[in-house]
């Protein structure tokens, strides 16, 4: 549902069961952690919550014939942030391979050599997007292909829909098919140009990306440094130790260096608007050096699972002080679903004994990962001033749901049914800077 958002647009009132976190939760007490309102109110006004609370007292103040849509009983939150993901990966999920490099080889590049055609990837940014918004996803961080028309289709989609969307071009010289590669030259060309185009542009903003070390010469990655140095309001994304078999490979290529990460960080790639897909296999100095660096390590659990990479160690990461994200990593990831994808993540760190309570989980999809973003100020929450990106989220959406759900005795209850058994059938609406994307809301009546 492609609905341009406007500058100026009527207010409206949403009610519902509102849901929204103030700060990282500390286990299963720590209702302190966020804000519930069992009869709440959203009102929302140009494209931005301008207040949350009680209801009544929202809407006593909501301006005169303010029309409200009642959600009630469902649950209103901030909507999902997807901060690992590749776009041109759309028709790869469920491809059938060994592990990363042949997934790479076999499957993924030859998809990205279609994505020179802006038409292909129009086509294929509408199929996207309608996941993204069928799944609560409001905001995603992608890998675009190496061809800025593949940037164009990505932006294009997402401006025609409102969203608060982030991405780039692709950066690889080598070890992949000549129709994906480009040069140190071009690619900081071509980037410098799409960052004039789209960075800050409605709600775009430009990502620096190198794919990673192994399809990237010494020379591109000084290019990826120079294109940080210079624009250091964008951010960077990467991919670090997933695979031991890429780590090899990599350190083959860049040989001297005493890890992975020290490729990264001789070439300046790392800050805190540094994002470093998987980091399973890190050393205690790697999670030193990100630890000062402030970037974040993003766990990616469908496509650990998928392809064998091994299990995230949330733990010892953030025990060593580095900060932490979730995201789907489609398409070696399964599912567009942040309920699927925080599942498999409970799955993967309960393995591990690291037992996550359901307030930890939702706070990382919403808040946690706004806050590895650095725009905790602009997405996440439900704070007034905050963009209304909202989901309207449903504990009883589907009949096993529902038989659960008779016997559910707290909020923690009912994001544990959502995040254990729900889907897409669980997202009843997806509102993107306050207007209504997968049509699920109630009609609205005049306050």
């Known amino acids: 549902m492609r609905i341009p958002v406007l500058a100026t647009s009527p207010a409206r009132l949403l009610r519902g069961r509102i849901v929204s976190f103030l700060r990282r939760p500390h286990g299963a007490d720590d209702d302190g952690a966020l804000v519930h309102h069992a009869d709440g109110g959203?009102?929302?006004?140009?494209?931005?919550?301008?207040?949350?609370?009680?209801?009544?007292?929202?809407?006593?103040?909501?301006?005169?014939?303010?029309?409200?849509?009642?959600?009630?009983?469902?649950?209103?939150?901030?909507?999902?942030?997807d901060p690992h993901l590749h776009f041109p990966q759309a028709q790869v999920i469920a491809s059938w391979a060994d592990q990363l490099l042949d997934w790479l080889n076999d499957h993924t590049f030859p998809a990205e050599q279609k994505f020179a055609d802006l038409a292909h990837g129009q086509r294929i940014a509408t199929a996207f997007y309608d996941a993204l918004i069928a799944h609560g996803t409001t905001t995603a961080v992608a890998y675009c292909s190496s061809h800025p028309n593949s940037v164009r289709a990505y932006f294009g989609e997402a401006e025609a829909r409102g969203m608060r969307m982030l991405g780039g071009k692709t950066m690889m010289d080598r070890n992949a098919p000549p129709a994906l590669c480009d040069t140190a030259q071009s690619a900081y060309d071509d980037s410098k140009a799409l960052m004039a185009e789209w960075h800050g542009r409605g709600r775009a903003l430009y990502v620096i990306t190198p794919r990673f070390a192994i399809t990237s010469t010494?020379?591109?990655?000084?290019?990826?440094?120079?294109?940080?140095?210079?624009?250091?309001?964008?951010?960077?994304?990467?991919?670090?130790?997933?695979?031991?078999?890429?780590?090899?490979?990599?350190?083959?290529?860049?040989?001297?260096?005493?890890?992975?990460?020290?490729?990264?960080?001789?070439?300046?790639?790392?800050?805190?608007?540094?994002?470093?897909?998987?980091?399973?296999?890190?050393?205690?100095?790697?999670?030193?050096?990100?630890?000062?660096?402030?970037?974040?390590?993003?766990f990616c659990p469908t496509s650990n699972l998928f392809l064998g990479s091994g299990l995230f160690d949330k733990a010892r990461l953030e025990g060593h002080g580095v900060r932490t994200a979730i995201a789907t990593d489609i398409g070696g990831g399964t599912s567009y679903s942040l309920l699927r994808t925080l599942d498999e993540g409970y799955k993967v760190l309960q393995l591990q004994r690291q037992r996550l309570h359901p307030y930890e989980t939702f706070y990382w999809a919403t808040r946690g990962n706004a806050e590895s973003l650095s725009l905790e100020d602009r997405i996440g929450t439900l704070d007034a001033g905050t963009e209304a990106d909202i989901i309207v989220l449903n504990p009883a959406a589907t009949p096993e749901m529902a038989l659960r759900h008779e016997t559910a005795r707290s909020l923690a209850d009912e994001l544990f049914i959502l995040q254990t058994l729900?889907?897409?059938?669980?997202?009843?609406?997806?509102?993107?800077?306050?207007?209504?994307?997968?049509?699920?809301?109630?009609?609205p009546i005049i306050f």
């Open 42 to 81: 959203l009102l929302i006004e140009n494209g931005l919550i301008t207040a949350m609370g009680p209801f009544a007292e929202v809407a006593a103040a909501a301006p005169a014939a303010t029309p409200v849509t009642d959600h009630r009983p469902h649950l209103l939150m901030a909507g999902f942030i």
């Open 218 to 298: 010494p020379a591109q990655l000084e290019v990826a440094g120079a294109l940080l140095a210079e624009h250091p309001d964008c951010h960077l994304q990467t991919h670090i130790n997933e695979n031991h078999n890429e780590i090899t490979y990599t350190l083959d290529l860049y040989p001297g260096h005493a890890d992975y990460l020290a490729v990264y960080q001789r070439y300046g790639l790392l800050g805190r608007k540094t994002l470093l897909g998987h980091c399973i296999h890190m050393n205690d100095r790697e999670l030193g050096v990100m630890r000062e660096a402030g970037s974040v390590a993003v």
């Open 422 to 443: 729900g889907d897409d059938r669980a997202v009843v609406e997806t509102y993107v800077a306050g207007v209504g994307m997968k049509g699920g809301g109630n009609i």
